[in-house]
């Protein structure tokens, strides 16, 4: 990135040199996008980061086929996709949020029963982000072509810890959010495949052939494309090592804390997401007593006290058990030593506060 911070300022839009050199760098980190979502680099568009993606995908595609006023979506998809079905809502369009198993997973059958000749669009998540579980999407894309819908999929939380094929899963829409793979915070993607039927939300000028108005932020850009190939080259072997050592951070915190439940599917999850309950306290007041630790809950805290995730709430789990939920996500640098210390500290934290 440092050259396109330090040496080169063309607009990418210019015709002169200045401007060609900037061109070509977007060009080549939009393949390195392509590369990693195996789809073709034209059908990728850049973004300020996911949750733009996402509003793009699924307001765009509404306002493109007016005559569809049916959205069907999840209960446990992030903001940056509830957010955007909500204002569609308002606009008098009609949601429907399908439910899932006791492990966070979304039923098809349950899609399938509410699909119609009125759904514009499906929106499922690819990886829920908070418990990691993998969502069926590409049985849930052949639901939604069957019915003539279009299949969008927020795949910020997959996108660069396993693969993610546009070409396996059949998805007309996938959004990328950089910071999730470790490119820069403000900046994203958006695949769209080649005929989809989507208008743009700014106007503008042309940029991003007209999808996406506004000068495009280079050196972003260029740290998101290289970002993918870093983790295309390193996809299956990073997986594993961080799979290992979650599972062994697991193991830590069942043999010494008893009624430690796992929130979400055993195998079908993220090989870096560890959702856990622990009994008898709240995951906020457990974190909290672990200040070397960087975790979250998942759940809001409000004036009025902690509250559950909607998240795990929706999975059939008590409040009361509920509450005790939190995060454990690893990295590329996590090494055996940090999950010692960690499973040491929150052990030593959860029995200080029984």
């Not at 300022?9 to 061109?23: A, K, V, W």
């Not at 939380?157 to 829409?173: A, F, N, P």
Request: with cysteine; aromatic share 4%.
């Amino acid at each position: 990135m440092l050259p396109y911070l330090r040496e080169h300022f063309g607009n990418p839009s210019s015709t002169h040199i200045y401007g060609r050199t900037m061109l070509a760098a977007v060009e080549h980190a939009r393949e390195q996008v392509a590369h990693l979502i195996e789809c073709c680099s034209g059908e990728v568009y850049f973004t300020s980061g996911g949750t733009e993606a996402n509003n793009l995908a699924i307001r765009g595609v509404a306002a493109a086929i007016p005559e569809r006023r049916h959205i069907l979506t999840s209960l446990i998809e992030h903001p940056a996709t509830a957010g955007p079905g909500a204002w569609l809502e308002q606009q008098g369009y009609r949601v429907s949020r399908v439910p899932v198993d006791g492990a966070g997973r979304v039923l098809p059958e349950r899609v399938q029963e509410c699909l119609g000749q009125e759904t514009a669009l499906v929106t499922i998540m690819h990886a829920n982000s908070e418990t990691g579980t993998l969502q069926p999407v590409a049985e849930i894309t052949r639901l939604a072509h069957s019915a003539g819908a279009l299949m969008h999929t927020d795949a910020a939380q997959s996108c660069g810890k396993i693969q993610v094929s546009t070409r396996h899963t059949e998805v007309d829409l996938l959004s990328i959010a950089g910071h999730k793979l470790y490119a820069p915070q403000g900046v994203g993607a958006l695949f769209i495949r080649a005929g989809t039927p989507i208008r743009p939300l700014l106007i503008g000028a042309g940029h991003e052939h007209g999808i996406r108005p506004g000068t495009e932020n280079v050196a972003s850009i260029v740290g998101l494309g290289q970002a993918c190939e870093i983790a295309r080259r390193s996809l299956v072997e990073e997986g594993k090592r961080q799979s290992h050592l979650r599972d062994g951070l697991w193991d830590l915190l069942r043999e010494s804390i008893p009624g430690i439940a796992l929130n979400g599917y055993p195998a079908e999850r993220l090989p870096n997401t560890l959702n856990v309950r622990f009994p008898g306290v709240a995951g906020n007041t457990l974190l909290a007593a672990c200040p070397g630790i960087a975790a979250s809950t998942g759940s809001a805290c409000h004036e009025s006290g902690d509250s559950a995730s909607d998240v795990i709430l929706a999975m059939g789990i008590p409040e009361s058990e509920a509450i005790g939920s939190v995060r454990l996500s690893l990295g590329r640098l996590t090494t055996r030593q940090e999950i010692e210390l960690a499973a040491t500290e929150l052990i030593k934290a959860w029995k200080k506060l029984m």
